[in-house]
């Protein structure tokens, strides 16, 4: 009698647990409908290519020559069009000047259609962070990449380079194309360990190397999940074998972090090493960011703490990452270029063994390369933004608050309305001359307005300091069997690497 009442009671709990479920599943899809009807006639004056009835865009966006494709549709759809990822998730995608200076001119936060897929990784750091926060945010983490902070990270930069170098040498004997992008990845964190958290260590160790492998994992798993929209929803994906797996990688990255700054903390304790620490010539990121202090002697909290500094580990190695391995390709495409650059630097470097901070003003010719680079490949090739006020564009058409915004930085650079020739490599777009005659919103590497990257100084540094001497060292060329085929992991990879062809120049070439 009684197991039959308890079975009873199971049963009638199973029901109403059923029930609750499908209503508020109903009442979600109620929602998002009524959220696609809010997002479909906000944008129901700009026309766009056809999507698909259950996916929008993204089948098409998933595939290989996606950007080239949304190339495509900007010389069909001047300005703008509308973009969906699946029936729900729908922006405004931007790529004309005017458009970028009519958003980006402004403070809007990033869009949490996207960026909330950040925070189980980065948190609320500077990234995602809005309104009185980020400002607090921004104000105490401006000092840290000021000139007299950077100017010792020149040799670092330096010493960084000079592994991966030591790395090719022995590669390029084999006399074979190979990979350059992983290894660039390797510098890249190398040097960001040392300018972040002090590291002496001039290579990777266990430890190092996993959070490189979790961080190369997340971004994959990120950029899936945003095009995937059955991925949206958390509760969903978290049981998935992706989300299982972007779980774990978080976690790796979160101990890495953790351990680096409670090791510090620990050794600040110590009155000895702390002032070791206060008397060395330079101070990294993470002494900056302990010692951050606003007008009201409020500090970071450790949650604020872990989450700047994975916040700078994941944009400062990323997208250096990118940004200088399409470099190389570039030189390797463009010889005559690759010559000029390096006999600019090899002219600036003389008799000294080093390049200094002084020098890096110097680079003129090979300052515009790295920018023509950019342009062609931006290592962040699309931003994203939600509207937090009415926007009225230059055509006379607006957009109500709330509308969500993709700019395409990699449409805008090659907009043939902007940039004549779009698809010629001319670093002579950026002479003085010519940037000056040139729209403030047609180049945007680093987004643009208020809430620009903070870093652009410091991988701009990065960038001459670490293709100068790669282009001392070696002379580059194309593997034709093997060339880059470009794809959107938030940052812009090749997915089948980028194959170089190395040219040791010999003793001396880089002193």
């Known amino acids: 009698m009684v197991p039959s009442f308890l079975s009873l009671r199971l049963s009638c709990l199973g029901l109403w647990a059923s029930g609750l479920i499908l209503v508020l599943g ?38 290989t020559g996606s950007l080239d494709k949304v190339v495509s549709w900007a010389h069909q759809f001047p300005y703008a069009h509308p973009l969906w ?27 949490p259609d996207v960026y909330d897929f950040f925070l189980q990784w980065i948190g609320r750091g500077l990234l995602v962070l809005e309104g009185p926060k980020w400002f607090q945010h921004r104000k105490l983490l401006t000092p840290g990449f000021h000139y007299d902070v950077l100017k010792p990270y020149v040799a670092l930069f330096a010493e960084s380079t000079r592994v991966m170098l030591d790395k090719w040498e022995e590669k390029a004997q084999e006399g074979k194309s190979f990979d350059i992008f992983c290894d660039v990845g390797h510098m890249a964190l190398n040097t960001l360990m040392k ?90 990121f993470l002494d900056i960011l302990l010692g951050a202090r606003d007008e009201d002697d409020s500090k970071l909290s450790d949650a604020d703490l872990r989450a700047e500094v994975d916040t700078f580990m994941f944009e400062g190695h990323d997208t250096t990452t990118s940004g200088i391995s399409w470099f190389l390709y570039c030189m390797a495409l463009y010889p005559e270029h690759q010559h000029r650059c390096r006999e600019e630097v090899r002219e600036i470097l003389g008799d000294q063994d080093s390049f200094q901070w002084d020098d890096l003003g110097k680079m003129t010719y090979l300052t515009m390369c790295i920018k023509e680079s950019f342009r062609l490949y931006p290592p962040v090739p699309q931003v994203y933004r939600q509207l937090s006020k009415p926007v ?52 945007m590497p680093f987004s643009a307005g208020p809430r620009n990257c903070i870093g652009q100084q410091f991988a701009m540094s990065e960038m001459k300091v670490v293709t100068a001497m790669c282009l001392l060292h070696f002379e580059f060329s194309l593997d034709p069997s093997r060339l880059p085929i470009k794809m959107l992991q938030l940052v812009l990879r090749s997915k089948n690497g980028i194959h170089l062809h190395l040219k040791p120049l010999g003793p001396g070439s880089g002193k």
């Open 26 to 63: 109903f009442l979600k899809l109620i929602r998002l409908l009524l959220r696609r009807q809010r997002l479909a006639k906000a944008m129901g004056n700009f026309p766009g290519p056809p999507t698909h009835w259950l996916f929008g865009h993204a089948l098409e966006i998933q595939q």
């Open 85 to 111: 990822f699946g029936q729900f998730v729908g922006f405004l995608n931007i790529y004309e000047p005017d458009y970028a200076k009519a958003v980006y001119s402004r403070g809007d936060p990033k869009a």
């Open 195 to 284: 300018c972040t958290f002090g590291r002496g260590d001039t290579s990777l160790g266990h430890r190092d190397s996993s959070y490189y492998l979790a961080v190369s994992d997340l971004t994959l798993l990120m950029q899936q999940r945003l095009v995937s929209f059955h991925y949206h929803n958390d509760f969903i994906y978290w049981l998935t074998p992706h989300g299982r797996r972007f779980l774990r990688a978080c976690q790796v990255a979160h101990d890495h972090t953790d351990q680096v700054i409670r090791e510090r903390k620990a050794a600040l304790q110590d009155e000895k090493v702390r002032k070791k620490i206060q008397n060395r010539r330079h101070l990294d």
């Open 392 to 443: 009225t564009f230059v055509d006379g058409r607006s957009l109500p608050a709330g509308s969500l915004i993709s700019m395409h930085i990699y449409a805008l650079h090659r907009n043939s309305a902007v940039w004549p020739n779009p698809e010629v490599f001319d670093p002579l777009r950026f002479s003085t001359e010519n940037a000056s005659k040139r729209h403030p919103f047609a180049f």
